[in-house]
């Protein structure tokens, strides 16, 4: 009884639980195309739903933060495979825009200009703020947000806090892995620089199939998460490419050329890079069971060292 007056009063004031919920009324106005062009409100789309997965992916990496702050390897590995997850719809939203050429993109912006002044999606502070948590901290960034004072204090802040990789380096020394001092107390604002000690905690973790299975599968889920940003990056890189060529972009150079460095950017750098190492004879248990595959290896490290 008492819930179908609840169901009721919601449905009298013009709404229901639904609407409600899920804030369907308010969504749906926020769809403001500048042009006449018919694929402007699938571009928005696109766009919107990106920003709303970038908030969550923001909201997950600061929750797994915590519980790493907490010692909950556990929760935190949990949270961490939902931002794999997360990627996944990030990814594969670009198919809504594969049917664009540079008619219809030009046909767009050359509204949006006129409409808004000069835009650049530099100035999109949400995906900004998980690229700095992803650790990939640069502060010449932040000149895109100052006509708006509160985002750049939000970046400016969080240009200041540890980034995922961070704290995942601080539990990793709290449970006596040997990473140096000088990483744990280096200058977070500061572009992170790749340590050859915390490349070997890497290698350390992976020395065997068996060694610390449970920062194996958290060095997994960072290798995934990492992957999915990339795959993100990778998409975007050919859609510029598909639909603007070698045009000019926002800083009056090629915007492809300006993109293409970011691709090395790759968040978890010694995660990579312990790699080439990982599985030599010295730390695989491989050559013990396997005489041939042990002596490749070891001419492998020798023509290495050589
Ligand atoms: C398909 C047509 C697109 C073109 C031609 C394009 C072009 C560019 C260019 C040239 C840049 C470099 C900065 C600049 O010069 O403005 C850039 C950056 C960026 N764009 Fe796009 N873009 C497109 C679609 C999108 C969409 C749909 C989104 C969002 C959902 C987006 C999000 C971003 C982000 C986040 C960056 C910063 C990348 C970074 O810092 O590495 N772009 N884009």
């Known amino acids: ?15 229901t639980p639904y609407s409600q919920w899920l804030q369907t009324d308010v969504l749906h106005t926020l769809q403001r ?38 010692n909950d390897l556990l929760q935190a590995q949990r949270t961490l495979l939902r931002v794999v997850a997360h990627h996944a719809p990030l990814d594969a939203i670009w198919r809504s825009l594969a049917w664009m050429t540079p008619n219809d993109l030009l046909a767009m912006l050359s509204r949006v200009g006129p409409t808004y002044g000069k835009d650049t999606a530099l100035q999109g502070w949400t995906y900004r ?3 700095y948590l992803l650790g990939i901290k640069q502060a010449e960034h932040l ?10 204090a ?8 540890p980034s995922l990789y961070d704290d995942v ?53 960072l290798a995934d998460i990492a992957e999915g940003f990339m795959q993100w990056k990778h998409r975007h890189l050919m859609a510029t490419r598909r639909t603007f060529g070698a045009r000019p972009a926002y800083f009056g150079t090629e915007g492809v050329a300006w ?5 090395e950017e790759i968040p978890f750098p010694e995660l990579w890079s312990a790699r ?28 290495r060292v050589a």
Do not use: N
Not at 49 to 65: F, N, P, R
Not at 154 to 161: H, I, M, P, S, T
Not at 183 to 208: C, F, H, K, M, N
Not at 283 to 298: I, K, T
């Open 1 to 15: 009884m008492s819930e179908t007056i609840h169901t009721h009063e919601h449905t009298s004031s013009g709404k």
């Open 33 to 70: 195309p500048v042009s006449d062009h018919p694929g402007e409100h699938a571009w928005i789309v696109h766009a919107q739903v990106s920003e709303l997965y970038w908030m969550l992916i923001i909201k997950e990496i600061q929750t797994a933060q915590a519980c790493l702050r907490a």
């Open 129 to 131: 703020h998980m690229v």
């Open 143 to 152: 000149q895109h947000f100052e006509p708006q004072p509160q985002r750049w």
């Open 154 to 161: 939000q970046l400016d802040k969080a240009l200041g806090e």
């Open 169 to 221: 380096l601080a539990y990793l020394a709290r449970i006596g892995m040997e990473v140096p001092p000088a990483v744990l107390e280096r200058d977070l604002r500061a572009p992170y620089t790749p340590s050859g000690a915390v490349e070997q905690v890497w290698r350390g973790i992976y020395a065997g199939p068996d060694t610390h299975p449970e920062l194996q599968r958290l060095g997994e889920t």
């Open 259 to 263: 993109l293409r460095p970011t691709m």
């Open 276 to 303: 080439t190492f990982i599985g030599d004879p010295q730390s695989s248990p491989v050559a013990a069971v396997c005489p041939h595959l042990a002596r490749q290896a070891a001419e492998g490290a020798a023509t």
